[in-house]
Nanobody, 120 residues
Framework: QVQLVESGGGLVQPGESLRLSCAAS????????MGWYRQVPEKERELVAV???????NYADSVKGRFTVSRDFAKNTVTLQMNSLKPEDTAVYYC??????????????WGQGTQVTVSS
């Protein structure tokens, strides 16, 4: 079973930066999309940023220009650099990957989640 291990997160003040990292365990068939989602209590999990299998990065409108997602295809890692953080960015951030498998559609894998709190 593929696992995702996240690091980073914490408490910062508005305007500051944070970096989240995620490493995937080995999957011999590789991964399709990899990226980040976030969730606040009583709301659905939402896309933050994702890198597709061909290296295209997609962002939520709310983070464009402030967040940068990057992916290392050789190491199966994905990183989210978050700049100019706002209180509304406060959430639990989840690493996400689509794990490919033999003769079946990819399946979703989630990290354990890491708390990001932006507060003065």
């Amino acid at each position: 079973q593929v696992q995702l291990v996240e690091s980073g997160g914490g408490l910062v003040q508005p305007g500051e930066s944070l970096r989240l990292s995620c490493a995937a365990s080995v999957n011999i068939f590789g991964f399709a999309d990899m990226g980040w989602y976030r969730q606040v209590p009583e709301k659905e999990r939402e896309l933050v940023a994702v890198v597709t299998s061909v290296g295209r990065a997609n962002y939520a409108d709310s983070v464009k220009g402030r967040f940068t997602v990057s992916r290392d295809f050789a190491k199966n890692t994905v990183t989210l650099q978050m700049n100019s953080l706002k209180p509304e960015d406060t959430a639990v951030y989840y690493c996400y990957a689509q794990a490919r498998r033999w003769k079946s559609a990819p399946y979703d894998v989630w990290g354990q989640g890491t708390q990001v709190t932006v507060s003065s």
